[in-house]
């Protein structure tokens, strides 16, 4: 496990965004793993401005995004579906084919997650898994739990995550109890993981994470076994380090 520490959020995104952009020079059909959330939204500017200088292209690039809300239609203004499109995918020439997020609408929710890590399996893996960090450490929507989930699959949601996405929605009572999400083996498969966290609030669930034992309550601390897991932190959140 690699820790960086920046004295900015800003700064933690622009170097996390240089990792991404070596990795698509180095291998342009890349299979990246992406993530949603205000913490990789300074990554996906810093990747658009290299993507604008002619640094880096996209058009070889397949991505698999970690998650997705049930329920919600792909055009809702809080799915991750749109998200990425107004984040990153609107402004790069990533092909629509080569883009894929987690069916939160599925008729058959289970068989839709099944046929995501086949996809993904198909594809090669992932080469690159961008990572946030939830305040009670989770990654994707792998929630606190007694075990690590392996493959994609339905969840729901906690307290503090329902309580964490409330400033996206009219209220509390309009966030999703359940997601969709990528498990843990596909996480851990891919050749490295690059996770961010910034501010004060996830301070604890980095140390956890980072300085605690592997534990399924805090799911992220399963990154302490991977080969070549890179936490992009700011001040705040590497405080308690």
Same mark, same amino acid.
């Given at each position: ?99 894929? %997020?987690?069916?939160?609408?599925? +008729? &058959?929710? @289970?068989? =839709?997650?099944? *046929?995501?890590? /086949? ?74 993981? %690059?996770?961010?966290?910034?501010? +004060? &609030?996830? @301070?604890? =669930?980095?140390? *956890?994470?980072? /300085? ?30």
């Amino acid at each position: 496990m690699n820790i960086h520490v920046y004295d900015r959020p800003e700064q933690a995104g622009q170097a996390a965004a240089l990792l991404i952009a070596a990795q698509l020079l180095r291998k342009p059909h890349s299979v990246l793993g992406l993530a949603t959330g205000s913490s990789p939204i300074p990554i996906y500017r810093s990747l658009i401005v290299l993507y604008q200088a002619g640094v880096i292209s996209f058009d070889r690039v397949v991505s698999y995004n970690l998650d997705e809300y049930v329920g919600i239609d792909p055009d809702h203004v809080c799915s991750y579906h749109r998200f990425m499109r107004e984040q990153l995918f609107d402004h790069v020439n990533m092909r629509p084919e080569a883009i894929h %997020v987690p069916d939160g609408k599925a +008729a &058959d929710l @289970a068989a =839709a997650a099944s *046929a995501y890590d /086949r996809a993904i399996e198909t594809a090669g893996g992932i080469d690159l898994q961008l990572l946030g960090i939830g305040r009670n450490g989770h990654i994707g929507f792998n929630e606190p739990n007694s075990h690590f989930v392996g493959g994609c699959h339905v969840t729901d949601l906690t307290a503090s995550t329902i309580e964490a996405n409330q400033r996206f929605f009219d209220s509390i009572d309009n966030v999703p109890r359940q997601a969709v999400s990528l498990g843990i083996t596909p996480i851990m498969r891919a050749k490295t993981v %690059v996770l961010i966290a910034t501010g +004060a &609030d996830k @301070a604890q =669930a980095v140390k *956890a994470a980072v /300085r605690g034992p592997v534990d399924p309550r805090v799911q992220a601390s399963i990154l302490q076994a991977h080969p070549d897991a890179h936490f992009m932190l700011d001040q705040e959140a590497a405080a308690l380090l």
